[in-house]
C-alpha cells in the first residue's frame, strides 16, 4: 500500500474540467520537441494526472521530448470513465503510443506509475517487439511483492472519505468541497482497483537496465522492495534514496533530474 497524501494531486476545478478538441487526450507533450531523438514518457501516480509533468522539460536535457500519459478519468480524459484493471489501461496505453515510438524512448513511472510502466514494457516487448531503453521506476516497491494491507477500492463512498480523513494525507479543503469529492473518489477508487487487484505473474526478464527512485523515510515502500527490481531485469540496475517520503518527486525534482538526465546522456554518448 502507499500513503494517500503522496498518490494525490490537487489541480483547479476548472484545470480539471479542461477539454482540448483535435489532440491526442492520452499524450501530453508540455513541451513538444520535434527536433529531439529521445522520448520520455511519463506516467502519474494513483490520483494524479499529466499536470505533474508539466514543468520537466525545463530541466531535462535539450534532446529530450518529455511525454506525460494521461490516464482516463482526469485531466484532459475527465469525459473518459477511469480504468479499474491494470491489464485493460496497458493495452490501451499501447495502442495509443505505437505511432510515438518511432524514436528511442524511456519510461518513467511513479508508485502507480510505476506498475503501469513496467506492465506496459512487458507488453510492447511481447505484441509489439518494442522496448524502452531504459525503465525508471520511481516509489514503488517490486511487483512480486504481494499487497499486505486490506484494499481500499471496496469501500463505500462514505467509508472511503472516512479513511482519507483517518489517514490525513487529503488536504482539508478538497475534503470538505463536494464538488471536488465528487470528482476524485470515482478516479481514487479506480486507481485503488488498477492496484489491488494486480496479480503478479513472472515473465521473460527484462533486457533494458532498471533506475528506481526511493524515498528514505516513505514508510510504505522500503529499500528492501525497492532493491527487489533487481530482479526484474538482467541488464543494468541502480537504486537511488532521497531524504524524503514518498512525495521526494517533488520536494527532491533537481536530484531527481539529475540522475534521470545522467542515463539519459549515457544513452545518447553510446551512438
Known sequence: MFKIKTELYYPTLSSIMTTTPNFNSWVICPQPNPQANLRLFCFPYAGGNSMIFRTW?????????????????????????????????????????????????????????????????????????????????????????????PPLHVLSDADLQRELHSLNGTPKAVLETPELMQIFLPILRADFAVLETYIYTQKQLLECPITVFGGLQDQEVSHEY?????????????????????????????????????????RKRSW
Not at 514494457?121 to 509489439?128: A, C, D, F, N, P
Not at 514518498?246 to 531527481?256: A, G, R, V, Y
Request: with cysteine.
Open 57 to 149: 522539460p525545463n530541466s531535462l536535457p535539450n534532446n529530450v521530448e518529455v511525454c506525460a500519459v494521461e490516464y482516463p478519468g482526469r485531466g484532459r480524459q475527465i469525459k473518459l470513465a477511469p480504468l479499474t484493471r491494470l491489464e485493460p489501461l496497458v493495452e490501451a496505453i499501447a495502442q495509443i503510443l505505437i505511432p510515438y515510438l518511432d524514436k528511442p524512448f524511456a519510461f518513467f513511472g511513479h508508485s502507480m506509475g510505476g506498475l503501469v510502466s513496467f506492465e506496459l514494457t512487458h507488453l510492447l516487448r511481447s505484441k509489439y517487439s518494442l522496448a524502452p531503453f531504459h525503465l525508471f521506476i520511481s516509489a514503488r516497491r517490486a511487483p512480486q511483492i504481494p499487497l499486505t494491507k
Open 226 to 266: 525497492l532493491q527487489a527490481w533487481k530482479e526484474q531485469t538482467i541488464a543494468a540496475f541502480s537504486l537511488h534514496e532521497f531524504n524524503g517520503d514518498h512525495f521526494f518527486i517533488h520536494s527532491h525534482q533537481q536530484l531527481l533530474f539529475k540522475f534521470i538526465s545522467q542515463e539519459l546522456q549515457m
